[in-house]
T-cell receptor, first 112, second 115 residues
Framework: GQQLNQSPQSMFIQEGEDVSMNCTSS?????WLWYKQDPGEGPVLLIA?????ELTSNGRLTAQFGITRKDSFLNISASIPSDVGIYFC????????????FGQGTILTVHP | NAGVTQTPKFQVLKTGQSMTLQCAQD?????MSWYRQDPGMGLRLIHY???????DQGEVPNGYNVSRSTTEDFPLRLLSAAPSQTSVYFC??????????????FGPGTRLLVL
């Protein structure tokens, strides 16, 4: 099946620092989604991207849909302790509706 | 709206037992999916449904059955549980923007331990 390469696998940062993570695919995606998962919870949608080149913000979070449609990145500015969690990218390609492909996740740790 | 709900939250089974994981959504979404999440493996698709009466296999369907008799409900059945099915199971439903752009919303998960 399709594979998404998400990097980095983990990050350890100080409170107040900016964070950047990205996902790449060998296939063209129609939709890129970014989720955050807290321990013991389900993934929660952060940002949805629907168009190549689209740049979307949600508070301190900014995500972009790559021009080639094969990549996306998520930035978090001025990190705070509650940003801790696992961040997943996910994409939908072709006519594979209902079948999102997920990255392996980026584990974010924020030191106060 | 309650969104996507799942029951039970936790379950312990013995090898060979059967059970059904329940999933319901109240957003009138046509598409629903089941994933399992294992450490280091991310989320893997088990089965999905594009509407009532229509289901299809995902990446890891073996050992699981699904049915979709209503738009709201999408139960996942384990016919004979195996230790390899110990995992966290997530149900999701999808909204489509413009008919083709999918956004998926997840339930809180069911944690299953098979002994």
């Amino acid at each position: 099946g399709q594979q998404l390469n998400q990097s980095p696998q983990s990050m350890f940062i100080q409170e107040g620092e900016d964070v950047s993570m990205n996902c790449t695919s060998s296939s063209i995606f129609n939709t890129w989604l970014w989720y955050k998962q807290d321990p013991g919870e389900g993934p929660v949608l952060l940002i949805a991207l629907y168009k190549a080149g689209e740049l979307t913000s949600n508070g301190r979070l900014t995500a972009q849909f790559g021009i080639t449609r094969k990549d996306s990145f998520l930035n978090i500015s001025a990190s705070i302790p509650s940003d801790v969690g696992i961040y997943f990218c996910a994409g939908q390609y072709g006519t594979s509706y209902g079948k999102l492909t997920f990255g392996q996740g980026t584990i974010l740790t924020v030191h106060p | 709206n309650a969104g996507v709900t799942q029951t039970p939250k936790f379950q312990v089974l013995k090898t060979g037992q059967s059970m059904t994981l329940q999933c319901a959504q109240d957003m009138n979404h046509e598409y629903m999916s089941w994933y399992r999440q294992d450490p280091g493996m991310g989320l893997r698709l088990i089965h999905y449904s594009v509407g009532a009466g229509i289901t299809d296999q995902g990446e890891v369907p073996n050992g699981y059955n699904v049915s979709r008799s209503t738009t709201e409900d999408f139960p996942l059945r384990l016919l004979s549980a195996a230790p390899s099915q110990t995992s966290v199971y997530f149900c999701a439903s999808s909204y489509f923007r413009g008919g083709s752009q999918e956004t998926q919303y997840f339930g809180p998960g069911t944690r299953l331990l098979v002994l």
